[in-house]
């Protein structure tokens, strides 16, 4: 199985500040590799697409970048609604694995 | 607009079955793959496998090869996910989540862009 590798697994933050979390694929992966956010007591909601492309109706500062091993997400500037968890997930081999989660929480 | 519903919370004891539901609303329910995937207290999320709704086709995760099985009733546009020889680290919320990928189309992608409202599933004795 391919093994997801998310840093941080947790990150204080702040309103209006630029948060980027890592994602690193223990084999190549392509860009064959989404982001979701998941809020506490709710479903994960996909955010970005095969690496970089962002979903109909998500805000446009979220972004995402990278192929192979290594991806980026990033918030651009945080709102007091981006407090969640985020999940790396790849599907480039079956079974289709996540990383661990990212939880962001207000500093 | 397009949903998915799923069935209650279950208590089960160690070594029972548990079966979740999974309607689809507001899109042709055959048309695309639908995953199910869980998410274990303090823990991330965890792929279980997808149907094919159109064939009844599956894909199990190694892990669960024996003890999941995924059904569905199209005449009801229900998905059903059973899980037998429960234990204590089944203890979950277990998602349904449709595939924007159509079973149709040859192109190799997975996004799953609807997730269903959630099953809590304790295993406890």
């Known amino acids: 199985d391919i093994q997801m590798t998310q840093s941080p697994s947790s990150l204080s933050v702040s309103v209006g500040d630029r948060v980027t979390i890592a994602c690193q694929a223990s084999q190549d992966i392509r860009d064959y590799l989404n982001w979701y956010q998941q809020k506490p007591g709710e479903a994960p909601k996909l955010l970005i697409y095969a690496a970089s492309n962002l979903e109909t109706g998500v805000p446009s500062r979220f972004s995402g970048s990278g192929s192979g091993t290594d991806f980026t997400f990033t918030i651009s500037s945080l709102q007091p609604a981006d407090i969640a968890t985020y999940y790396c997930?790849?599907?480039?081999?079956?079974?289709?694995?996540f990383g661990q989660g990212t939880r962001l929480e207000i500093k | 607009q397009v949903q998915l519903v799923q069935s209650g919370a279950e208590v089960k004891k160690p070594g029972a079955s548990v079966k979740v539901s999974c309607m689809g609303l507001e899109y042709t329910f055959t048309a695309h793959y639908m995953h199910w995937v869980r998410r274990a207290p303090g823990q991330g999320l965890e792929w279980l496998g997808w149907?094919?709704?159109?064939?009844?086709?599956?894909n199990y995760a190694q892990k669960f090869q024996g003890r999941v099985t995924m059904t569905r009733d199209t005449s009801i546009s229900t998905a059903y996910m059973e899980l037998s020889g429960l234990r204590s680290d089944d203890t979950a919320i277990y998602y349904c989540?449709?595939?924007?990928?159509?079973?149709?189309?040859?192109?190799?992608?997975?996004?799953?862009?609807?997730w269903g409202t959630g099953t809590s599933v304790t295993v406890s004795s």
């Open positions: 149907i094919n709704p159109n064939s009844g086709g599956t």
């Open positions: 989540a449709r595939d924007r990928r159509t079973v149709e189309t040859p192109d190799y992608y997975y996004y799953m862009d609807v």
């Open positions: 997930q790849q599907y480039d081999n079956l079974p289709i694995t």
